[in-house]
């Protein structure tokens, strides 16, 4: 994509990451930022302002007296190029367009009545038209389309290898998808996506370290360490769903027992409502309302998976000692009823200095999941250099 | 320490590094492998030449026909300089000297009546007298000391915040160590230095991403991941003994309760051991002696500590994902009554791929302590470049 690509990679890639999470910034900040030369800097720009990513901003500042020519700090031109993104779930698609600051510019919901994957593709490629032929006329300046999809995904091959979820098995995803939409596709895990967002735009941004713990039908994490996600020697890492915390606890879907999803998943938090309410029809959103008119034993239930995802949060702080952990997902609509079981589960058992850990426990709009989605597709355009 | 230090530090750590870890290797193969031209891979050996820690050897092989000139790989001088390395414990210091390539060349233990930090010190500087005076005639090429010591230890200050074993608090050990050795001292948290001597010189050499359990008193955790040593935003990580597994089990010193180490660690064992056998002032050994004679219940202690320490490694999986995964330390010495144990605890909770993970179990000699504590004295020359 740039000119003399092999050569000038590395650099061109860190400042461009660095004037997108950072910026504006002055280009001397910049070599100080990532340990380059001013000239280095100055030559891994060009061609991104070239090609219209980034600009210069008028001089606002001397650094000081006798400090010569003025900063002109370096920024991202937001409206250079689009990405769409989506995140697919076994009812919903949502969709959304991001300028190349990640903020959402438009979104659309279509429902799914089968989750097929033939079917999801022919709705997928009809979202995408509708999203870039909308208003906005975003179509020209969009060529990448990043999806989120739960389950064991390779982001390299962009296989879908399984996702429960979706029971799909090796879909060959971002073929499929570049075949329809004509963009250049992305897959990769929604935790993992809803996590590069968080650190290159979110509460992550500048954290060497940092986890997102997902609360929902599944309970989830994405880790940050050293800079950069952890994905797992054996494609397995941020599984805090099934760390096990109780050794006679209920039997998981993964074959062991006392794993922190078996108890505070929302598939669990509806059979233990079902069972102490003797409501056998019972729904998440009925067992929600239940505990918020003070049903003890339904509150109960909440208080036991509040505590649980505060072990799983304690295990990642002890072992892994992230700067900070954002706790967040759809489950946390019943914000209220989880966070101060959260809190003190995680109090009780964070290891010494562990607990000066910050925790952010915050409800997720469900459009954030396919913003993440289109965050790794402008990581992709980053790394492309 | 080298000329015009600023300009080539990295390069000459990276090659330094890359020689000493996975030498002999030749400048062409360093140069792929560091992602650096092969004029800055021969710039940046220069100074390690002339100060002779690294030599040129023979050319042994040309790389292929019309390949140019024979390569010469570079290795280690592994007797350029050698490195004195002691673990403190509560009742005794293990020292040796290692050459440059890690290698135990000498060691020697002191009974230390008590852990009174002067009385340590004084010991100390005996100890590091009879190390390099003795036969080997090490003194004249040694100009570094390690130490390692459990509990919270800052590496940046040398001081020892805080360790339960010997009962210090703020004690300033590499000031104190320096004046009375006149060596250059390192300090670091015993179980950190094992990792980074397991990572540079044993199995974790060339692994992304790789953790150390340690079993004995308590139970520790080393972490690499990005080929780097976790070590926690605030001070805490690899706390795999404080991660909570059964909800309703035996308290902890941390004051949380059904810790890793409050089933599995030495005193817990002992404690429980106590109980089911009736006799009041029971050791460890005596424990080990029963279960290898086949008592069912002090087997039975063995068989949950060793699931405990399983359920502990399964989250380090679960949630890390590291390539390879190395049990060890002195409660291993009975790692007949573990290791089964180990494995299947670990087998039942690691999730998926996780359980692809391979586990080394294995006892460890007292003195590798001390060899990591020499690592870490290797590392900081390493990176004085």
């Known amino acids: 994509m740039f000119p003399e690509a092999d050569a000038v990679a590395p650099a061109v890639t860190a400042v461009f990451t660095a004037v997108l999470t950072e910026g504006p910034i002055s280009r001397v900040a910049l070599a ?8 280095a800097v100055t030559k891994a720009a060009r061609p991104l302002i070239d090609l219209g990513y980034l600009e210069e901003l008028a001089a606002t500042e001397r650094t000081g007296p006798g400090a010569g020519r003025p900063a002109s700090p370096l920024a991202i031109r937001a409206d250079s ?7 697919i779930t076994a009812d919903e ?5 991001c300028d190349l600051r990640a903020q959402v510019r438009v979104s659309a919901h279509r429902r799914l009545p089968v989750a ?20 906005g006329d975003y179509r020209a300046r969009t060529r990448r389309l990043g999806l989120a999809v739960s389950g064991d995904v390779d982001p390299i091959t962009g296989l879908v290898r399984y996702s429960p979820f979706l029971r799909w098995h090796d879909v060959a995803l971002r073929e499929r998808a570049e075949k329809i939409t004509g963009l ?24 060497e370290s940092f986890a997102l713990v997902t609360v929902g039908a599944g309970i989830g994490c994405g880790l940050v360490v050293g800079g950069r996600l952890v994905s797992g020697a054996h494609g397995v890492a941020g599984e805090i769903g099934h760390i096990g915390i109780d050794v006679d606890g209920p ?14 998943g929302a598939g669990a938090i509806v059979r233990q409502a079902r069972l102490c309410s003797g409501r056998p029809s019972l729904t998440f959103e009925d067992a929600v309302e239940l505990a918020r008119h ?13 505590d649980a995802i505060g072990a799983g949060i304690a295990a990642v702080a002890n072992l892994v000692g992230p700067a900070r952990i954002v706790v967040s997902g759809e489950g946390l609509a019943a914000y209220d009823l989880f966070e101060p079981h959260i809190r003190a589960g995680f109090q009780r058992r964070a290891f010494g200095a562990a607990a000066d850990c910050p925790l952010s426990i915050r409800p997720l709009p469900f459009e954030e999941w396919a913003r993440g ?5 402008i990581k992709a355009l980053v790394a492309a250099g």
């Open 32 to 39: 100080r930022r990532l340990d380059l030369s001013s000239g």
């Open 251 to 264: 039997d998981c879907h993964c074959g062991s027992r006392g794993c922190v999803e078996a108890i505070a």
């Open 373 to 377: 989605a289109a965050t790794v597709s």
């Open 93 to 97: 698609l949502i969709g959304v367009v």
């Open 184 to 207: 250049a596709v992305t897959v990769e895990n929604d935790v993992k996506a809803l996590t590069i967002a968080e650190h290159w735009f979110g509460e992550g941004v500048g954290a």
């Open 81 to 87: 190029e689009f990405f769409v993104g989506v995140k």
């Open 294 to 306: 003070g049903d003890v034993a339904v509150c109960e239930v909440f208080a036991r998976a509040g």
């Open 116 to 135: 097929d994957a033939d079917q999801v593709l022919t709705q997928l490629g009809e979202l995408v038209d509708d999203l870039l032929d909308g208003p």
